[in-house]
Every structure is written in structure tokens, then in C-alpha cells.
């Protein structure tokens, strides 16, 4: 998924546009953040300034992710500890570490003519439906509190019970398509687990504030 900002538009527009509940906007967690950022920064040095630093270069998607205005603050591989979190920082939560399993892979939704595994397909008869949660890009609102695209205002124990709730689902449905070969449900120990946390740095942006 990809947005670029039409030839005309001005970069602040684009931006009100998108949340504009009455354009339908559709859209996943990654480029959500991406979005809810230069919405903080528009809000922040206000529409003309925004319209100046962007003009020409507003993007949106999976590929462009606005590390610009954020620096690290954790990531787990770092083999550290969770560190406190601050209001503000981007929080990457993972999903169930077994969401795309090799089991499922057979029953996924397939080109009809190349047979490829197609994960923009619906799912027909027989299929697994893939699912998208793999993880949820979230913005850490302080206390105990995380809202990401479709998690909004969730404590991270209850992110973790939705996550598990969806990963058990597609479980669900595999075994009443595979019955001989039955896969066990999730528990809460495998979702959850938190593995980059992302603080926002302005200093990008001192000129013009």
C-alpha cells in the first residue's frame, strides 16, 4: 500500500483528507502511525510550515516509515529489557510467534492462475482466511494504555487477549479443514511480547518551531 500526494494538493490537505471519516479511508498499522505523525507535526508547526517542509515529498506506506522523527529506544534483540516507556513512543507489539506457520501455508489463498499463494485474495472455500495480525504498530498514551489501528485504548493485557483470540481463530478454522492433523491453541505466553519501541526526536524539525 502506497499513497502519494496528488500534483496540486497541498501536503496538509492530504493529510485532513485521510481522516476525514467521510473518504473511507483504508489502511494498516504501519502506515497509521505514519499518518497520526505528520498529523502531530502539521498540528505542531501548523499548515502553512507543514505544506513548505513537505511539499512535493508526502508519502505514505509500508516502504516509508517515519523514522525521521523518531530515534530508538529499545529493540529486542538487543537481548535488554523491556525499558520504561514514555508517552508518545511508537511500540511495535508482536502477535502470536507461530501467525504464519508453515502448516497453514497450504490452505492459504492461491492465484487461480499461477496457484502462487496470493495474500491480497479473499479466501475461497477451503482457505484460510491469512489475517493481518502479525503484530500492531501502537502509540504508547501513557499509564497502562496503547491504541494502534483497530486497538484503540487497550491496556496491553488486553491487546494480548485479542491477539490470542484472533491467532486461535485461524487455528480454529485449519483444524476443521485439516481434522487429521489438528494444531494446538495458542496460549497468552506467545503473543504479546514487545519488540521495538520507537521515542519521537523533533530535532528535525527546530527550524520551524
Known sequence: MTWKIKPGVKPSDAIKAA????NGTRIECLSAI???TYRAIMQAIGEDKFDQLFDGLLEVSTNVKPQAFFREAYDSSSGAPVPPMEKGDWVYVQGHVQYDRDEFR????KNPD???IDLTRPPGPGELDPGAWRGENTIFEGGSVFSGLGARQRTLEQLKKSMLSDYNAKVRHYNSLNPSHKLPYGKMGDVGAILNIQRPDLSPLHSFL
Open 106 to 109: 497450504p490452505f492459504l489463498p
Open 34 to 36: 505514519s499518518l497520526v
Open 19 to 22: 481522516f476525514d471519516p467521510a
Open 114 to 116: 499461477t496457484g502462487q
